[in-house]
Nanobody
Framework: QVHMVESGGGMVQAGGSLRLSCAPSGRTFSPAAVGWFRQAPGKERSFVAVLIWSGGGTTYYADSAKGRFTISRDNAKNTVYLQMNSLKPEDTATYYC????????????WGQGTQVTVSS
């Protein structure tokens, strides 16, 4: 079963940038969408950004991510990125990448997550 593999997290000061990467563990990968979610300690996992796989690759963002984060993909590398700029301490969380299959309603195939820590 394919699951996603995240990388790129780390520690950064407020105002800094990080780029997260997400790739499927298997070769065959044809999702309907790939999304980034995050979970801070004591909080539920929440939506950050999603990229629709087909067509022009429409993207959607949580209000907290708009204008600061960009989700994109590299087809040749079968990798989805989350470029995060102007990071804030409240962005501190474990970031997860998940995929949603064609005809499915929810995201799954979660990876182990990658930790992002933003200091003030």
């Amino acid at each position: 079963q394919v699951h996603m593999v995240e990388s790129g997290g780390g520690m950064v000061q407020a105002g800094g940038s990080l780029r997260l990467s997400c790739a499927p563990s298997g070769r065959t990968f044809s999702p309907a969408a790939v999304g980034w979610f995050r979970q801070a300690p004591g909080k539920e996992r929440s939506f950050v950004a999603v990229l629709i796989w087909s067509g022009g690759g429409t993207t959607y963002y949580a209000d907290s991510a708009k204008g600061r984060f960009t989700i994109s993909r590299d087809n040749a590398k079968n990798t989805v990125y989350l470029q995060m700029n102007s990071l804030k301490p409240e962005d501190t969380a474990t970031y997860y990448c998940g995929s949603r299959g064609v005809g499915e309603q929810s995201f799954g195939s979660w990876g182990q997550g990658t930790q992002v820590t933003v200091s003030s």
